[in-house]
């Protein structure tokens, strides 16, 4: 009767082949259960990603409106201001004209000039104190830029960290669908050194499997960590 073909040790062919294939199984185990987690944070990222887009647009829009609203009370400050500065004018060319017309006439100019006097201080006084420099002049940058603070203070009107984020998590997203690829390959070498009849080529199908896995795994825990 023929007896069980023995190793070099001295063990079992069979039982050293049985232990093979379950520990090849047990890797192919292991690396689908790590390109799972892979999977499942490349989504997250992914998901992260568009929600930060998301808030991004929304900023934008309402970063646009508030600068809409600004500027157009920023035109009613402009009208103002020039109305004010037309009556002052009108108030020194009747004072002017006034003065080379009879006393009747100047009495009635004067009057007229000194109503357009007062029209013109009440509404340079009604002006915004921070939209006039300090010779009386207007300045309308710099009202727009302390109203512009005031309304970034109140909300979240800068885009610019969302769309960061977008391309953050995105690149993320990204390397992990790579690592992913990799545990997939990783994977697909362990099946062939499970399904491989001879034993050298199952070896080297085996230590690219298991090089490919780690390489894959320590990358996975850098782009977790670092990002």
């Known amino acids: 009767m023929a007896r069980p073909r ?48 998301q808030t991004g647009f929304a900023n934008s829009v309402a970063n646009a409106q508030a600068k809409a609203q600004i500027r157009s009370s920023l035109e009613q400050v402009l009208v103002q201001y020039e109305s004010s500065r037309t009556y002052a004018a009108q108030a020194v060319a009747l004072r002017k004209q006034a003065a080379s017309l009879g006393a009747a006439d100047a009495a009635r100019l004067r009057v007229q000039s000194s109503a357009a006097a007062h029209l013109a201080a009440f509404l340079k006084a ?47 997203s990204e390397r992990l669908v790579g690592l992913t690829a990799l545990l997939i390959a990783a994977a697909f070498f362990f099946t062939l050194a499970q399904v491989g009849k001879r034993r050298l080529a199952a070896r080297v199908y085996l230590g690219g499997g298991v090089i490919v896995l780690v390489a894959a795994t320590v990358l996975l825990v850098v782009v977790e960590v670092a990002t």
């Open 6 to 53: 023995r190793t070099r040790e001295g063990r079992p062919a069979r039982r050293t082949s049985t232990r093979y294939k379950v520990g090849v199984a047990s890797l192919i185990a292991v690396t689908s259960l790590i390109g799972a987690v892979a999977a499942w944070r490349a989504e997250a990222a992914s998901r992260q990603s568009d929600e930060a887009e």
């Open 126 to 172: 009604h002006v915004r104190p921070n939209a006039l420099r300090p010779d009386g002049t207007l300045d309308l940058d710099r009202a727009f830029q302390l109203d512009y603070a005031q309304a970034r203070q109140n909300a979240d009107l800068d885009p610019a960290p969302d769309f960061r984020q977008v391309d953050h998590f995105a690149k993320k």
